[in-house]
């Protein structure tokens, strides 16, 4: 019986070494496998990580570019505010200079006319006796008409008028004047 016992003895003895191979390399697999895992882990990480940053920083790039965009905006729009200020008080300047004044800004642009365009000069009712001296100085006809007009004239060729009135003048001028009145103030 000690034969067998031996044999038993020896058969066991080699079952639990081969079991404790097997459990060795299932652990040793366990452990590759659970450090591939965490590898594997860490990158998929860093990569959310960079995508994460890369995202919040195109977020944080388009909130910058949206601010400034809309600074740029309201800084235009209080130029432009501004620049139609200043026009509308040179218009009121001139609308307001004293009589002599005025007829003399009135007597340069009637000097400047194209004789061709016509003779006869239409104001408004208000201009009517301080620009008439003037107009016939310089040539021309004040109509017994009256036009509805700040400030300015007319002049009138048969059914062709030309309008000078300061309004008239200031639409067709308003984009020259923009670029002067934002090169001397800004």
Known sequence: MNDGKIIIDKIMTDAESEVDAILARGRQEVETM???????????????????EEEARKAHAKE????????KKALLEEKQKILAEVIAEAKERLEQLPDVQYAEVIGGMLERLDPEQGKEIIVAQ???ARLADVIREKGYVLSEETRN???GFVVKNGDVEY?????AIIMV?????QITAAKILF
């Open 64 to 71: 910058v570019s949206g601010a400034e965009m809309a600074a």
């Open 173 to 177: 001028q308003k984009e020259e004047m």
């Open 149 to 151: 007009i700040e400030s």
């Open 126 to 128: 208000k201009d009517k």
């Open 34 to 52: 659970q450090k591939a895992a965490e590898v594997k882990a860490l990158r998929l990480q860093e990569s959310y990580r960079k995508k994460a």
């Open 163 to 167: 309008n000078y009135s300061f309004e």
